[in-house]
């Protein structure tokens, strides 16, 4: 296996009695582990407003990729879990302003009836990777 590094960002105490890891690197790939929009204390921000979380999750997210460092031109792979697909609908332009013009990853989206916390509306996962000859 190539080398691994972990990161475990702002929560790194509770990331660990969770048993998991805000990012890890292994090899020319980062993997971002599902972003939710959450406080320090794993309470749902703006519960209720996907738009809002959305936003909140892909500047958490830009944080995580940074620290590496990447942006949202080397994401490759994203998933985003919501609990309402109309209510994601007024949101996919903002999505797409993340992205600017393109590259744009591969997505997958799934509607599921809950996630971690009451209040939340998506989550959102991404890999990137590095550019031939970065990193």
Not at 120 to 133: H, P, Q, T
Request: charged letters at 20%.
């Amino acid at each position: 296996m190539s080398q691994r590094t972990d990161l475990y960002h702002a929560w790194e105490a509770t990331q660990k009695t969770l048993g998991y890891s805000q990012a890890v690197r292994a090899g020319d790939t980062i993997y971002v582990a599902g972003t939710a929009s959450l406080d320090a204390e794993f309470n749902a921000l703006d519960p209720g407003d996907l738009p809002a979380q959305m936003r909140n999750i892909y500047r958490r997210i830009g944080e995580t990729l940074a620290h590496f460092p990447l942006g949202f031109g080397h994401v490759v792979r994203e998933t985003m879990v919501v609990t309402d697909m109309d209510g994601l609908m007024p949101a996919l332009a903002y999505r797409k302003s993340v992205y600017g013009d393109g590259l744009f990853p591969a997505s997958t989206t799934v509607e599921v009836k809950r996630l971690f916390a009451p209040g939340l509306m998506i989550e959102i996962e991404v890999a990137a990777c590095f550019a031939s000859g970065e990193g």
